[in-house]
């Protein structure tokens, strides 16, 4: 048996090596590779080093820390206004030849007019920006941002969500209009600096959603303060901190990252940022906000004078004045009226400050409220007098001029014996109306209108849907509809279930499809 064994003892040390050898083969050819690969490599680029990146690092300056502070507070604003009609018209040089067989007849048929000639009415939509100014959700945009629209969507910084908002009040003459969602939540406000400390050369940042790049953030100086380029009470602060189309109504921030104004308009011939950008001074806004807030209109205060509009120099020079106002008309019963001024009088001071012209007085006075009494002197053919008038609110001393202007948005969410707060009317659905859609379920209501711009429009609701259940509450009534409502706030999410006709293929009956709409209460 002694061979067996040796035998044995052979077959494996044999095996052994064969294991050896085939290994060192393996990290031989390996070695070869790589070592063909790395030839290769340093071939192509022999005096290369490979780059490496480093660990990340965070670098922090005072616009960085700007942009993190203002950040959960600049808010994004979309809009939609009434649908215009867009026609196109076919010269008489270039008509469309109809053929028998031409491909858009059937088109034409079927919406009753030329096709390429006449598209449907279409929605409006725009977009700007807008920061919140009081945590329970106020915010200050301007009014072109939102001027006419049917519907206000709010989007805050990092959320997917959008608020429907509600306009509180706006001033046509200041372009400041005040706007309110509910999210449920209490909201972070920016901080307010007092725009009179603004100097030329201060740093400024602007921020806002240009082009609807939401929380875009540029960085400038102040270039200018008071710019006269508009209306009466605009008075600008004018930057290069880029502001584009979309940036209106966001705000401008000096370098402690308070509001310094509303980024409101641009000079430019390209439409884009040219280096020259205007912002509404916050004191502006703060005294319309307050105004607003108070008792839904800015009130501003009148003597009851009318003056040129645009004098010359000379005119006063040669009255012997350099500055002041001439008094062209008094108004019939107005404060000045009242007070003994007269046509021609020479305007020169306001509680004995001197008034440098026209503009200058109605400021000054357009801020003091209804029933202060102020001291005016005046130059009457060549006789200095002192006069005392009580300034009213100019809406009564120019009824017919500053009359409101536009009725302020109705509430979408508005409740009505008619709408039950989410906009659509109901009715219970008869025995017969039941047994025709096969309706087994004893619940259900059937809507018969869908009011515009309301929150049922907004989710998808429809004519004739069948609304089943809100928020898994089952309704078979029109009350039941209200008692549901009665119980949600703004901000609250709901989810109507509905079954509605849907065509049945290849039958001449009417299948019914269950579907759930959903969305979140508007503002009341």
Sequence with gaps: ??????????????????????????????????????????????????????????????????????????????????????????????????????????FERFFGMPFGEQMPPRRREGTGSGFIVDKNGYILTNLHVVDEAERIKVRLTGEKTEYNARLIGSDPETDVAVIKIDPGK?????????????????????????????????????????????QQFQRFIQTDAAINPGNSGGPLVNINGEVIGINTMIATSSGGYQGIGFALPMNMAVKVYNDVISTGRVARGSIGIEFPKDPKPETLKALGFDSGVIVMRVEPGGPADKAGLQSDDILMALNGKPIKDGDDLVSRVSEMPSGTEISITLDREGEKMTKKVTIRDRMEVFPDRFARRRPEMTDPGDASPTSARFGIGVRALSAAERKEMELTAQGGVIVTAVEEGSFAEEIGVRERDILVSINRQSVSSFDEVRKVASTLRPGDAVAFRVMRAAPAPQSRRTQWVGLYLSGTLPSE
């Excluded at 090596?17 to 050819?29: E, K």
């Excluded at 790395?38 to 690092?57: G, M, N, V």
């Excluded at 201060?202 to 270039?223: H, K, M, N, Q, Y």
């Design 186 to 230: 209490p909201l972070q406000p920016v901080k307010i600096a007092n725009s009179d400390g603004v100097q030329v050369g201060d740093w400024a940042v602007a921020i806002g959603a240009p082009f609807g790049l939401e929380t875009s953030v540029t960085a400038g100086i102040v270039s200018a303060t008071g710019r006269d380029i508009a």
């Design 1 to 106: 048996m002694s061979w067996i064994r040796k035998f044995s003892r052979d077959r494996m040390l044999f095996a052994s090596m064969m294991v050896l050898s085939l290994s060192a083969l393996v990290v031989l050819g390996a070695l070869l590779t790589n070592g063909v690969a790395a030839a290769r490599a340093q071939q192509t680029a022999p005096d290369a080093t490979p780059l490496t990146i480093p660990p990340p690092k965070t670098l922090t300056n005072e616009f960085t820390r700007i942009a993190q502070q203002l950040e959960p507070s600049v808010v994004f604003i979309s809009t939609e206004s009434k649908p215009i009609q867009t026609t196109r018209r076919r010269t008489p040089q270039q008509p469309r030849q109809q053929a028998p067989d031409d491909m858009f007849a059937p």
